[in-house]
T-cell receptor, first 108, second 113 residues
């Protein structure tokens, strides 16, 4: 099993709709979790950290499920500007692991 | 405040030449990371620094790659005898401490002809 797995998509989402996707991980010792956003030909930018109790930032909700070893990101009321690739990043046992990203395309 | 900066932004070099890429992290950030990203691909982790030391160099693709960090600040990634497969965007990131939120620089786009 890969250290971090993400369905590359693309996730085609009508504008205004809700989209959610997961990132599964194999290292049960993973301690810190993050979602980053990467636009085409740009550097990744931190979107949000993921806390054990789940957290929300505006239209974005992140959750952690340690039992099933995945984190999720939900985007409500999708905007055209949400079109990007969303990368999950995990930190555990002094190792960083990056997923290859979920590509989201918001359609007008 | 100032973010992570990298130079040069673009570098075209001939196969066989050496190149040096520079990263200026956010002031006060103890951890610094180097990544490589080929077109349409995910991030490939190369190396990280905790202060001036690099505990794990296993991510470097070959012995042509080396990196150093001095004064707990600026880092350079050196690629010797460049090959065409080295062409990629080289990204640097820094964080307050290892494993915390990372902030990325704009990257150096390296093209080896």
């Amino acid at each position: 099993r890969k250290e971090v797995e993400q369905d590359p998509g693309p996730f085609n989402v009508p504008e205004g709709a809700t989209v959610a996707f997961n990132c599964t991980y194999s290292n049960s010792a993973s301690q810190s979790f993050f979602w980053y956003r990467q636009d085409c030909r740009k550097e990744p930018k931190l979107l949000m950290s993921v806390y054990s109790s789940g957290n929300e930032d505006g239209r974005f909700t992140a959750q952690l499920n340690r039992a099933s070893q995945y984190i999720s990101l939900l985007i409500r009321d999708s905007k055209l500007s949400d079109s990007a690739t969303y990368l999950c990043v995990l930190n555990g046992n002094n190792r960083l692991a990056f997923g290859k990203g979920n590509q989201v395309v918001v359609i007008p | 405040g100032a973010g992570v900066s990298q130079s040069p932004s673009n570098k075209v070099t001939e196969k066989g030449k050496d190149v040096e890429l520079r990263c200026d992290p956010i002031s006060g950030h103890t951890a610094l990371y180097w990544y490589r990203q080929s077109l349409g691909q995910g991030l490939e982790f190369l190396i990280y620094f905790q202060g001036n030391s690099a505990p794990d160099k296993s991510g470097l693709p070959s012995d042509r790659f080396s990196a150093e960090r001095t004064g707990g600040s600026v880092s350079t990634l050196t690629i010797q005898r460049t090959q065409q497969e080295d062409s990629a965007v080289y990204l640097c990131a820094s964080s307050k401490e290892w494993g915390s939120e990372q902030y990325f620089g704009p990257g150096t786009r390296l093209t080896v002809t």
